[in-house]
T-cell receptor, first 115, second 112 residues
Framework: DTAVSQTPKYLVTQMGNDKSIKCEQN?????MYWYKQDSKKFLKIMFS???????INETVPNRFSPKSPDKAHLNLHINSLELGDSAVYFC??????????????FGPGTRLTVL | GDSVTQMEGPVTLSEEAFLTINCTYT??????LFWYVQYPGEGLQLLLK?????DKGSNKGFEATYRKETTSFHLEKGSVQVSDSAVYFC???????????FGKGITLSVRP
């Protein structure tokens, strides 16, 4: 009964390709997020969605397009992959948007390698 | 904007040693503070949290106290185990958009 799941766990692809990462949460949460962890393990938020509505877009290139078909899913599509996109991508969810006391629960991560 | 500063790592300790990992923050308003842990090859797990000044979060023998006067949330454990070897992230959650701001993380290695 995984709370936040991501697929795939590993993704190896060539530069220029388009790929997607899927995320699902079964916690009944309203808000979902994508974070990027670089090679130095630094974590930074990319996007957040609340009830399928985009809330945060942290100056991410428009090659990255999140899509939320329903509030339990937040997928990340990346066009024209570049070497610098290689990273671990984490999905997370929290109960509400504006609750500063809400814990964010993270998925296991997707390690993307662009060759 | 919000920021979190963690002490430089990595940290290597012997089993049963005392652990302190420093974390200070800059934020407007009254953020919530978190410690997350990432075990090798795994995702992030919440270790503990504190949502207001003077709160103490604790879990698995780890503790951290939310100190508003020093804007700090240092992580401590009295006796570390080999299984505590991981990367530890301090983070704050502030404002109305639920954006978590992370520190750079610190790698802890515990020797038997």
């Amino acid at each position: 009964d995984t709370a936040v799941s991501q697929t795939p766990k590993y993704l190896v692809t060539q530069m220029g390709n388009d790929k997607s990462i899927k995320c699902e949460q079964n916690l009944g949460h309203d808000t979902m997020y994508w974070y990027k962890q670089d090679s130095k393990k630094f974590l930074k938020i990319m996007f957040s969605y609340n009830n399928k509505e985009l809330i945060i877009n942290e100056t991410v290139p428009n090659r990255f397009s999140p899509k939320s078909p329903d509030k339990a899913h937040l997928n990340l599509h990346i066009n024209s992959l570049e070497l610098g996109d290689s990273a671990v991508y984490f999905c997370a969810s929290s109960a509400h948007l504006a609750g500063a006391r809400d814990t964010q629960y993270f998925g296991p991560g997707t390690r993307l390698t662009v060759l | 904007g919000d920021s979190v500063t963690q002490m430089e790592g990595p940290v290597t300790l012997s089993e049963e040693a005392f652990l302190t990992i420093n974390c200070t923050y800059t934020a407007t308003g009254y953020p919530s503070l978190f410690w997350y842990v990432q075990y090798p090859g795994e995702g992030l797990q919440l270790l503990l949290k504190a949502t207001k000044a003077d709160d103490k979060g604790s879990n698995k023998g780890f503790e951290a106290t939310y100190r508003k006067e020093t804007t700090s949330f240092h992580l401590e454990k009295g006796s570390v185990q080999v299984s505590d070897s991981a990367v530890y992230f301090c983070a704050l959650l502030g404002g109305t958009n639920s954006k978590l701001t992370f520190g750079k993380g610190i790698t802890l290695s515990v020797r038997p």
